[in-house]
């Protein structure tokens, strides 16, 4: 059929205009903003809840099989090492013990500490656990390098002799082209570059230069990796994981052991959070899905392999740290010039660019350049994490912009206005500021500062940018309405959190104007048919729009039934409020209806096409929207202490069509804490001497608990930007991206002393303070 | 005399109202393990196996505590399960009506929920989902405890669950509907039925199998039955809290042979505040020793506002935290600033030993092999003297102090008369800064003293670099609590914490405080 063409109404609050979009002729016609829709966007409670605060909800860490063993690994001590020999055998005969496997093997280097060794299958954990002990394995230890700086020296030891492959998965930005070469341990990354960015420095009357630093963070999901295998005969498997990614689990299951992809059934009913790091059935820094999986054959018997905290924190992804050489030029009281040279550390893998803040954020600067570098080191291999590159570029880029707006005295939120093209995201600022009381609060932090009080307080603002990259034809949705009055929608996707499940019903129960308790969702599992990973902020937008056109087909079906009982033309039949349908005088209740579906369903299955467009901005060099959002934080220092606490912070975002305004501010309080933690308290520490983490647990690595909680405002500005049916994209990513740069920025103006390093701890701030605080010298 | 009992008792506990007898298990086999394990109930998670998440918080009523039995929110992770002898364990299974059954992904749409569920479910409390069970049982026990009337007590209630997809905003609005409900239920029934004290006491041998040794784990009910013990096993550990020997097994897999709880002798759960003196019993719990103090002690009560979580304090014990005598243990500051005075006890009788000599060196203490530490006596500081006390982390909640110190003057006629500044953090085992003190005896109290004096810290201490703060760091913030000591309490001799959370660790929490 040929495509067709539609015009929608398009745009944000006060910028709506009509656009011309073409669509595939089985498409639905899209809701844009002259919709008016009675379930999507209102205020629906997450279906699972009461499953979750009963305890029936059940993660992969709960599943019990009969029969069941319990995988242990043996880890590498060693943060580099060759393997000389490999006894497993005294582990054999241990109590319980029915399965032992070398994971490496002699000639094997080993290049981070942590990474797999040997494993066991035992009826107990406890068992596994020391059986593991018996295992003997010969080293020779290898020089070894675990910090970043130290890595890119002449002389240090190389972690990988030979180029090596990345890794990808559905967490990272689509669209990266290809690294560069190898020198010693540092690779390039794509450049970019506008203008010409050597000459603009040059030419700029102000020049800011600095460094900035960003640490290691952990995903700290508080549901570690794991699986359980269960081979059911020689040639296929049912795999339950704790992933955001069903579809990339059966597919690496199958690549494995040769098995079909369709013999993987992989069910993720619920899991504990993944933030990125839980993608493939292995994760980044240990091959769990080949460890179960092998141990299982061997033992003909299920087996689980859970991580306990210390191997999550050590093999199972984080997010790279960086150090970030940024010189800016102002020119007039303008910018002029962006020039970032970053390099970073994602261990023993690869990805550790900064994102796309620089280069795209304030592109009415024209010269701008980032050229960035992954640095390999022997830590635990990074992965993506909750917009990978983007908090750390963010950090970088708006700090050292406040910084150069101090030079040339210009207020910092004119400056970001004055270069920011993105026509919403330039209201966002505007509103945002005017509800945050942005001059005010700046006064008032001149005023603390002058003062020279013990206790300061500060202000800052930073940008967001992230696309929606909303996947066309990757999630099959099926919709069937049963003769009992039910609709029921499949789709194999897993739920991390962000409650897609109770999203696609309302799409369902919008569609057919039926109450939500008639709707029942499928999902978690790789037989209700294929989907998307939960990364890159592209569930919903993937998701809903091949739901809904699912839904739409099955209508069209039981419209022409309606019309058969009412023996009007299926043109004719009206729907009222309670799927009740009308035509020729009579009419039908959705019930009764029902009953008149020839067998046992009427069912339709639909994908989604490719984004059809992209109001009012492009993310750049691509067809996709490019979404925008602006937060403001307010933090209050203790200059005696140099303890910082994140007061307020106001997130103001968009993310296309509100679905569900509750779930959606639940994504946007939980990216601002996650931020707020990165800021002030995650990070990773690697012993130089030794070559491991010292602190790979939650007592010594911290995350933010409920009493740091910064009051969280959130502001909403919907926009209908034409992408696909629904009119949802993402924001997982989107509010996590500058809540620790505007948060600096905030430390900045309190002190008047920048803290160029992450996390902002009490000593970063005494040090940057000097000696005495907060009195006179 | 030898600790008479049978040759073998089982482990008899109640879970979820249904008795359970256990008898085939490693003493130092956790409640979570055995829980998650044979008794079926995988509602309650593991998010650490440390004390550190909340992911395995249940509820166990203690029918020992102050006023009278009540539930206590606990790591379930860290206990022993040994230690639920005789008590009743309430899982998040037992909430709603139909707790039990796995009812899939459209299993329940919430009739017989317990009020706190209905209030999660409502304040859209769970993303992933994983932290919700032990958020709920933490929830319980704020439904019924009868003095959360404050916001900060919320947060302080709720500050043992971490959650990784941060609903911590429509978790406290939930906590803040259910707060001291009380509703007139089945828990509060089952509350009202248990008597008085049933500490039950044990004697339970583990036979060791295929490669796993012999454990032995005993509850006596009297001192003299310790010792007897003590007498016979030379290896013998105490535990209470289990919060801190807990680690030992779920960190380095420690099979303990031989252990004791001390929970089943009555007179090491004595609080006791008379005629200006405080006695404070060994196994007293430090949320008791929290509320104990709130009004009546605050430097106490302020070192304990930020120790741990709900969940430790209501385990951790006063014993446990001065015996394991860790460098940065919060309570040892508190008592050498206040001049307590050490009581411990062996068959022999009882030894009094001033606090300053407690402690002997990195992790070791002045007990004497056959003794155990019994309470802790300390005068209430007099009406002249000046206290305050810090505790310097990063995180409000569950983070060890990078400094902790408890800061005393006696001052009279405006001039230091005695000076008593006692730090953790800063030595191998917690101590006084000598030299601080001795530059402010004699000074005038002003804010130039303080000033002055702060700048001896370095002939006090030579602190150590780790990851929770480095040397420099540590002697600076030190020195700054001391100038900060003056300010702190020139409104209020012993001021207590603000309400609100503020970035200060001292007192006013106005940022209008002004230093010309
Ligand atoms: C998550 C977490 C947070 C924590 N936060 C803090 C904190 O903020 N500040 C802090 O100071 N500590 C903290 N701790 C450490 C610990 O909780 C405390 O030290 C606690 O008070 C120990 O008490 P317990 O009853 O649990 O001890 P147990 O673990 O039962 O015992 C600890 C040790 O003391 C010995 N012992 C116990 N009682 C006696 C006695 N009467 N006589 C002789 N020996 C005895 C035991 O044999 C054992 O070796 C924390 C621990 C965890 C897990
Ligand atoms: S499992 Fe984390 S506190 Fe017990
Ligand atoms: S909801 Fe995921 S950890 Fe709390």
């Given at each position: 059929m040929a495509d067709r063409k539609q015009t929608l109404r398009l745009g944000f609050e006060g910028h709506l205009r009509k656009v011309d979009v073409t669509l595939p002729a089985t498409e639905a016609t899209p809701w844009d903003a002259d919709?008016?829709?009675?379930?999507?966007?209102?205020?629906?409670?997450?279906?699972?809840?009461?499953?979750?605060?009963?305890?029936?909800?059940?993660?992969?860490?709960?599943?019990?099989?009969?029969?069941?063993?319990?995988?242990?690994?043996?880890?590498?001590?060693?943060?580099?090492?060759?393997i000389e020999s490999i006894d497993v055998s005294k582990a054999e005969g241990q109590p319980g013990v029915k399965a032992v496997l070398a994971v490496a093997k002699p000639g094997d280097t080993l290049r981070f500490a942590g990474q797999d060794v040997a494993a066991v299958a035992a009826e107990r954990p406890e068992q596994a656990r020391d059986a593991l002990a018996l295992i003997?394995?010969?080293?020779?230890?290898?020089?070894?390098?675990?910090?970043?700086e130290g890595a890119m020296r002449d002389k240090a030891p190389r972690v990988h002799e030979a180029p090596i492959t990345e890794r990808r998965t559905e967490g990272d930005e689509p669209g990266k082209a290809k690294a560069g070469g190898m020198q010693g341990n540092v690779r390039a990354l794509p450049p970019n570059e506008r203008g010409n960015v050597d000459k603009a420095l040059r030419e700029s009357d102000v020049v800011h230069e600095a460094t900035y630093v960003t640490q290691v963070q952990t995903h700290s999901a508080l549901e570690t990796h794991g699986v359980l295998v269960r081979w059911d005969g020689d040639q296929s498997m049912t795999v339950w994981a704790s992933t955001q990614g069903i579809f990339s689990v059966r597919d690496e299951m199958a690549e494995v052991f040769g098995l079909a992809p369709s013999k993987v059934r992989v069910i993720t009913e619920y899991l504990g959070g993944g933030f990125g790091a839980k993608f493939g059935a292995s994760a980044p820094g240990s091959r769990l899905g080949f460890i179960a999986g092998e141990l299982s054959r061997?033992?003909?018997?299920?087996?689980?392999?859970?991580?306990?905290?210390?191997?999550?924190?050590?093999?199972?992804?984080?997010?790279?740290?960086?150090?970030?050489?940024?010189?800016?030029?102002?020119?007039?009281?303008?910018?002029?010039?962006?020039?970032?040279?970053?390099?970073?550390?994602?261990?023993?893998?690869?990805?550790?660019?900064v994102g796309r803040n620089a280069f795209s954020l304030y592109t009415r600067c024209p010269n701008a350049r980032v050229r960035a570098h992954d640095v390999f080191t022997n830590g635990g291999p990074g992965t993506a994490m909750r917009a990978p590159g983007h908090p750390q570029g963010a950090f970088a880029l708006e700090l050292a912009l406040d910084e150069l707006a101090a030079k040339m005295g210009v207020d910092p939120l004119k400056l970001r206005l004055d270069h920011d093209e993105h026509p919403l995201r330039s209201m966002q600022l505007r509103q945002g500021a005017e509800r945050f009381g942005w001059d005010e609060l700046r006064k008032r932090s001149a005023q603390l500062r002058s003062r020279n009080t013990r206790v300061r307080k500060g202000v800052g603002v930073a940008s967001s940018l992230w696309g929606d990259f909303g996947r066309a034809n990757a999630a099959v949705a099926t919709c069937s309405v049963l003769r009992d009055g039910t609709i029921e929608l499949k789709n194999g996707?897993?739920?991390?959190?962000?409650?897609?499940?109770?999203?696609?019903?309302?799409?369902?129960?919008?569609?057919?104007?039926?109450?939500?308790?008639?709707?029942?969702?499928?999902?978690?599992?790789?037989?209700?048919?294929?989907?998307?990973?939960?990364?890159?902020?592209?569930?919903?937008?993937?998701?809903?729009?091949?739901?809904?056109?699912?839904?739409?087909?099955?209508?069209?079906?039981l419209q022409e039934l309606a019309a058969k009982q009412l023996k009007v033309p299926a043109g004719e039949v009206r729907w009222d409020g309670d799927g009740t349908a009308h035509g020729g005088g009579g009419s039908i209740t959705f019930g009764q209806l029902c009953k008149k579906i020839d067998g046992e369903a009427i069912v339709a299955t639909a994908t989604r096409p490719a984004t059809y467009g992209h109001e009012p901005m492009a993310f750049p060099g691509s067809k996709f929207y490019q979404i925008a959002g602006a937060q403001f934080a307010e933090v209050e220092v203790d200059t005696w202490t140099g303890v910082v606490r994140a007061t307020r912070v106001l997130a103001v975002h968009d993310c296309g069509r509100v679905m569900n305004p509750l779930t959606l501010r639940s994504q946007i309080n939980g990216g601002v804490i996650q931020g707020t933690s990165y800021a002030l308290m995650e990070e990773r520490v690697l012993d130089g001497d030794l070559g491991r983490m010292l602190n790979p647990n939650l007592e010594s690595y911290k995350i933010l608990g409920a009493r740091?909680?910064?009051?969280?405002?959130?502001?909403?500005?919907?926009?209908?930007?034409?992408?696909?049916?629904?009119?949802?994209?993402?924001?997982?990513?989107?509010?996590?991206?500058?809540?620790?740069?505007?948060?600096?920025?905030?430390?900045?103006?309190?002190?008047?002393?920048?803290?160029?390093?992450?996390?902002?701890?009490?000593?970063?701030?005494?040090?940057?303070?000097?000696?005495?605080?907060?009195?006179?010298a | 005399m030898r600790y008479a009992g049978p040759d073998m008792d089982a482990v008899l506990l109640h879970v979820n109202g249904e008795a359970r007898e256990v008898l085939d298990v490693s003493p130092t086999t956790t409640l979570l393990e055995y829980l998650r394990g044979p008794a079926g109930l995988s509602g309650t998670k593991e998010g650490c196996a440390e004390g550190d998440c909340g992911a395995c918080t249940v509820v166990v009523i203690d029918p020992d505590a102050p006023g009278g039995p009540r539930f206590r929110a606990v790591n379930s992770c860290l206990l022993l399960l040994p230690l639920l002898h005789g008590k009743h364990v309430l899982t998040v299974e037992a909430l709603s009506q139909h707790g039990g059954q796995h009812g899939g992904q459209h299993g329940g749409d919430g009739p017989g929920h317990h009020p706190v569920q209905q209030a999660l479910v409502a304040a859209l409390g769970s993303q992933c989902g994983y932290c919700t069970p032990g958020v709920i049982m933490s929830m319980f026990e704020a439904c019924y405890r009868g003095d959360l009337d404050a916001p900060w007590k919320l947060d302080d209630q709720m500050c043992g669950n971490l959650c990784r997809c941060t609903g911590y905003r429509p978790i406290r609005e939930a906590t803040q509907q259910i707060a001291g409900l009380r509703p007139d239920d089945r828990f509060g029934a089952a509350l009202a039925e248990v008597g008085p004290s049933t500490s039950a006491t044990l004697r339970y041998a583990f036979e060791g199998r295929g490669g796993t040794p012999s454990q032995s784990f005993w509850i006596p009910g009297t001192l003299s039955e310790l010792w007897d013990l003590m007498d016979a096993h030379p290896e013998l550990r105490l535990v209470v809290g289990a919060t801190d020997l807990g680690l030992d097994v779920t960190k380095k897999g420690e099979r303990f042979p031989a252990l004791a709880s001390l929970q089943a002798i009555a007179e090491l759960r004595r609080l006791e505040h008379a005629d200006g003196r405080w006695s404070i019993g060994a196994t007293v719990r430090l949320a008791d020793l929290e509320d104990a103090t709130a009004q009546a002690l605050p430097p106490m009560a302020r070192m304990l506002r930020f120790f741990g979580s709900r969940q430790i304090k209501n385990s951790a014990t006063v014993g446990g935290n001065l015996c394991n005598a860790s460098p940065i243990g919060d309570l040892a500051p508190v008592l050498l600033a206040l001049d307590a005075t050490m009581v411990v006890a062996g068959r022999s009788g009882e030894r009094r030993v001033p606090a300053g000599e407690f402690f002997v060196s990195y992790r070791s203490t002045a007990l004497r092999p056959g003794e155990l530490f019994v309470r802790v006596e300390l005068p209430d500081p007099p009406a002249n003297a000046r206290v305050v006390a810090y505790k310097v982390s990063k995180r409000r909640e569950m983070d060890i102090s990078a400094v902790a110190a408890a800061l005393r003057v006696d001052v009279d006629g405006g001039v230091v008369t005695a000076a008593r500044l006692a730090f953790g953090g800063m030595a191998a085992t917690p101590a006084r800064a000598r030299a601080v003190e001795a530059a402010l005896v004699g000074q005038p109290w002003s804010q130039a003293s303080c000033d002055a004096a702060a700048e001896r810290i370095g002939d006090d201490f030579t602190p150590m670099s780790d990851h929770r703060g480095s040397a420099w760091y540590r002697a600076t913030v030190a020195g700054n609590l001391v100038r900060a000591m003056f300010d702190d309490t020139s409104q209020c001799a012993m001021p207590g914490l603000p309400d609100r959370p503020t970035s200060m660790v001292g007192t006013a929490g106005s940022s209008s405080v002004h230093h010309p």
């Open positions: 919709s008016k829709l009675e379930i999507v966007g209102t205020e629906v409670p997450r279906l699972d809840g009461h499953l979750k605060v009963s305890g029936r909800a059940k993660y992969t860490f709960d599943v019990a099989l009969p029969g069941m063993l319990w995988a242990a690994v043996l880890r590498s001590p060693h943060p580099a090492a060759r003997e394995v010969r080293y020779t230890p290898l020089p070894f390098v675990v910090d970043t061997l033992a003909r018997a299920p087996v689980k392999l859970m991580c306990d905290r210390h191997e999550e924190h050590v093999c199972t992804g984080n997010r790279p740290d960086s150090r970030q050489a940024v010189a800016l030029g102002g020119r007039r009281g303008k910018l002029h010039a962006i020039d970032v040279v970053a390099h970073g550390t994602a261990g023993i893998g690869t990805g550790a660019g996707v897993q739920d991390i959190g962000g409650g897609i499940p109770t999203v696609i019903a309302q799409v369902g129960a919008e569609v057919f104007a039926r109450p939500l308790s008639t709707i029942r969702v499928r999902y978690g599992d790789s037989d209700y048919g294929p989907s998307v990973g939960s990364g890159g902020s592209t569930t919903t937008s993937s998701v809903t729009p091949a739901v809904r056109n699912a839904c739409e087909q099955a209508r069209v079906a740091d909680v910064p009051e969280i405002e959130v502001m909403l500005t919907e926009v209908h930007t034409g992408a696909n049916n629904t009119g949802a994209v993402g924001i997982g990513e989107p509010a996590t991206v500058p809540t620790a740069a505007a948060i600096a920025c905030a430390v900045y103006d309190a002190l008047g002393v920048p803290v160029r390093s992450l996390p902002i701890t009490p000593a970063k701030v005494l040090e940057a303070l000097g000696m005495i605080p907060g009195r006179p | -």
